[in-house]
């Protein structure tokens, strides 16, 4: 069976006991189920991306018209705190094993799913339904944190390589620590330097929800080449 470093906390996570909470993680969800369906309408962000019609590098989903549903729901940071670096909160649950995180991952967007399509018709009553159903239930949806806050300040920068050792602490920290002292090679850097990323713990305020993207022609689910492992990953370096 594979062995990994005991998940816990540095120096710098002070006054955040929770976090080291041994609840199960179907609690988490019926926390997050109950603040998400106490959220008012007003305070929901919804739309369809692209918004811009910009889809960054990859050119097959430009080409393939793809969309796809994305939420933003403002809830408290004790709440998203532990959902995102608690002892058992869903980055834990990837730790255990990039099929166990999927599942929870999977469990939680069911648990969510009926009040996410209640916030998307109210905040787009003409909404593309069938569109926001078929993002949401395919395999690569994700809940996961907003990287910035309701203010639109960024929690998490991807470009701050600084190594951080005194938040989580775990097999993610020896691989940041293999990244900073050079021992990763430029080929594999871009990848292994997410672990500088995922031994941190950032305290969000947003609950991000960002459904699978959808071909508008045959209505399939695609996937960026750069997330098809995005599980595995989240496994090996907690961010990605």
Known sequence: MLSRRPWSYGCEVVNRGYLATNEPFDSLVQELEAAVAASSEQSVSFRIEPTDGKYGGDVLLKRLHCRRASWKI??????????????MGIRAQYYASPYHGAAMNTR???????????LARARDPSGDWKLIELSLDAGSAKAWISEKTVNGEKIIRASDLTLTEEELQNDWLD???AVRAGEVGNDQFNLYSAALSGVRTPIADQLEVKGAWITHEDRREYVTPDKRD???????????
């Open 74 to 87: 403002p809830l408290h940071s004790i709440l998203l705190d532990k959902f995102f670096n608690g002892l």
């Open 108 to 118: 939680l967007l069911s648990a969510l799913r009926t009040r996410l399509v209640e």
């Open 230 to 240: 995005r599980d595995t990953q989240i496994y090996m370096f907690g961010f990605t």
């Open 175 to 177: 691989l940041a620590k």
